[in-house]
């Protein structure tokens, strides 16, 4: 609370200077250690934290030490561990400890999910990157930046940032400034262009260096690239561009398509990203982050690639400066898709929570949804899912979405409380 008081009375650019200035000294005084390693950062709207992973366990498979830190989990070696700090990326002085305690473990290689609000708030300066990655860019965290061409310009940034420092050597090799991004997004030009020693693409409709052929989405996910078959049970098309992304990463630090094919057989998957959990019962429960619009039509979309009776969908919205034009839209896609919505609490933050589930419901009786029938408005979120699974029948699917595998619920004056969707519908799931 008194840190969101600050901001608003100090002047924007006296603020930057400040963070700037605390950057370069976090960076200084961990004795700058991402210059002892290679850095590969990952933006862009969606699959950030799979695509983490992913090129986490190429590596690893691959016989390097890897530490990385993404939304969901963080890793140093042989040690992981959920993130627990309700943060995508870490503070100046957390992330370059982390990084620091990757130089001390040996890690070859530190993965960062990289924000637009960490790129914003300048937490990359003191970071030398050597490969950034683009996934993809749709509106997301508007009232945060101001505009949509903020938000871009964010991401933009860590890309302007990759040639700001000279090339690393390590181990008498000189290390290369290099670009991954996909050729099927809109803004693919404007990250493409970024100056770099080695530029890669990934798509499945256009031409690039790594593109999907032959796909297949069910009842497997299968594909080829350049000649290489790729088979996983990791379902959906947003993940073959996961798989993409990973791919091009890795081929670019001199991992061959055919060993990665080899090595996808054993991913298996990312905690909270497409997760079902299966307790006995005779109807399926999946959990999937999927807070905003395009990540929950992706989502959508993969269900369609298997059979369930009725869809009952629990979902809210997310308070605290993210973009409340999307409350009503996303109730609109639920009362589209699902057979019954059930809107609950997510992360209000400082917003009043039943203002939150009253606009995603208002979207849901848009599309024809009837409040009480097959509309339900439950503010505590273990209710609203104890009462999900309690009117789930043989074959139907439950779907939760919106929290993924975060471990907490954030409420007002900043106060935490914890929080694992996957635990909470175990427990309830055994009584």
């Known amino acids: ?13 006296l603020l930057n200077y400040y963070y700037q200035a605390i950057s370069q000294i976090a960076n200084f005084l961990y004795g700058q250690p991402s210059h002892k390693l290679i850095v590969i950062g990952v933006t862009g709207t969606n699959g950030k934290s799979t695509v983490v992973d992913l090129i986490s366990h190429f590596l690893e498979k691959a016989g390097h030490k890897v530490g990385a830190t993404s939304t969901v989990s963080f890793k140093i070696g042989n040690q992981e561990w959920l993130n627990n700090k309700k943060m995508t990326m870490l503070g100046r002085f957390a992330l370059q400890k982390m990084i620091h305690k990757m130089v001390k473990e040996k890690c070859t290689y530190a993965i960062i999910e990289t924000s637009s609000e960490g790129v914003k708030q300048f937490r990359h300066l003191g970071i030398n990157y050597d490969v950034v990655v683009f996934t993809n860019l749709t509106p997301e965290h508007i009232e945060a930046h101001g505009s949509f061409e903020n938000y871009k310009k964010a991401k933009l940034e860590l890309f302007k940032h990759l040639t700001k420092y000279d090339r690393k050597e390590i181990n008498g090799q000189e290390i290369k400034k290099i670009i991954v991004a996909n050729r099927d997004d809109k803004y693919f030009n404007e990250f493409f262009v970024s100056e770099a020693n080695q530029k890669l693409s990934f798509s499945i409709n256009k031409d690039s260096d790594f593109q999907a052929q032959n796909l297949e989405l069910k009842p497997q996910t299968k594909f080829k690239v350049n000649n290489v078959n790729f088979q996983t049970n990791i379902l959906g098309q947003f993940n073959v561009y996961n798989i993409l992304t990973a791919l091009a990463a890795c081929s670019s630090q001199n991992i061959s398509l055919e060993r990665m094919s080899e090595y996808l057989n054993d991913f298996e998957g990312t905690p909270g990203r497409m997760e079902f959990i299966n307790q006995g019962q005779d109807f399926k429960v999946l959990i999937d982050y999927a807070p905003e619009i395009e990540s929950l039509k992706q989502l959508y979309k993969t269900l369609d690639l298997f059979y369930y009776e009725r869809l009952i969908h629990v979902l809210g919205s997310c308070g605290g400066g993210r973009d409340k034009k999307r409350q009503p839209i996303l109730g609109n896609m639920a009362g589209e898709k699902a057979d019954i919505v059930i809107i609950t609490n997510e992360d209000p ?46 074959g139907d699917l439950v779907l939760l979405t919106g929290k993924g595998a975060e471990q907490f619920i954030c409420i007002a004056d900043g106060e935490k409380i914890p929080w694992d969707e996957r635990e909470v519908v175990r427990e309830l799931l055994k009584k």
């Not at 609370?1 to 650019?13: C, H, Q, Y």
């Not at 009837?370 to 104890?386: Q, S």
Request: aromatic share 6%; charged share 35%; net charge positive.
């Open 349 to 394: 933050y400082d917003d009043i929570p039943m203002k939150i589930i009253d606009n995603v419901a208002q979207g849901a009786t848009e599309n024809g949804k009837i409040l009480d029938k097959d509309l339900f408005k439950i503010e505590d979120r273990r209710e609203a899912i104890k009462y999900a699974l309690n009117i789930a029948q043989e």
């Open 1 to 13: 609370m008194f840190k969101t008081v600050l901001k608003k009375i100090i002047p924007k650019n």
